[in-house]
């Protein structure tokens, strides 16, 4: 077999481990009420697994790296993920200012207008 076949492989297992660790951990927790670990315990190490996880496929399966061949794939890959990141960003503090920048008087007449309510 060649060396891709076994960078599949592998990234297949460890994808395999780290999604069963986190289906384990989020088991334990439920199973024992909450009391094994905290919730706060529990998204750390869910995050961290993502995290890992997400590290793994980019690494075994898109082939990222920073050998030579690889350079324009990472290029290309930072700079999606950094637009995507941007217009996610951006989004989510838009609507939050467009909520805060709302009176209650306000939010009440746009709900009553959109609902054709008038009072």
Do not use: C
């Amino acid at each position: 077999m060649n060396a891709k076949f076994y960078s599949y492989l592998s990234g297949l297992l460890a994808s395999a481990v780290l999604a069963g660790a986190a289906f384990a951990l989020i088991g334990v927790h439920v199973r024992s009420h909450h009391l094994v670990f905290g919730h706060e315990f529990l998204i750390g190490a869910i995050l961290l697994l993502a995290v890992v996880q997400a590290g793994v496929q980019l690494r075994l399966f898109l082939h990222l790296g920073l050998n030579k061949s690889a350079r324009w794939n990472l290029a290309v890959f930072i700079s999606t993920f950094s637009l995507i990141l941007i217009v996610v960003l951006g989004s989510l503090w838009i609507m939050n200012h467009l909520n805060y920048n709302m009176t209650p008087q306000q939010v009440n007449d746009y709900m009553m207008r959109s609902e054709n309510m008038f009072r």
